[in-house]
Nanobody, 123 residues
Framework: QVQLVESGGGLVQAGGSLRLSCAAS????????MGWFRQAPGKEREFVAA????????YFADSVKGRFTISRDNAKNTVYLQMNSLKPEDTAVYYC????????????????WSQGTQVTVSS
């Protein structure tokens, strides 16, 4: 069952920007750390970014550090992934996830997942 509702994917030119949104229930949002993953065709699901439940701690994969940021809107129970300076290698299905330990980089540490949204970056 889908626990998180994700939106914001699409097609963008290299060097452009895109923002993904992930809306959760109040209880899920307030009691879990949040993370972002992506999965390209034929590849394993890859960690992108994470944020603690309080929003006070963030962690990014080396591949996106300096280009992506993570933020949250507590009033909307929503977490965002702002993606700047996009590259063709960023092309993947992106997922948001929720789990009990912040900063976890493997998918098995997360209990709830969005349906995923396609991000395509053209050359």
């Amino acid at each position: 069952q889908v626990q998180l509702v994700e939106s914001g994917g699409g097609l963008v030119q290299a060097g452009g920007s895109l923002r993904l949104s992930c809306a959760a229930s109040r209880r899920t949002f307030s009691s879990n750390a949040m993370g972002w993953f992506r999965q390209a065709p034929g590849k394993e699901r890859e960690f992108v970014a994470a944020m603690s439940w309080s929003g006070g701690s963030t962690y990014f994969a080396d591949s996106v550090k300096g280009r992506f940021t993570i933020s949250r809107d507590n009033a909307k129970n929503t977490v965002y992934l702002q993606m700047n300076s996009l590259k063709p290698e960023d092309t993947a299905v992106y997922y948001c996830a929720a789990g009990p330990v912040w900063g976890a980089t493997i998918p098995s540490r997360y209990n709830y997942w969005s349906q995923g949204t396609q991000v395509t970056v053209s050359s």
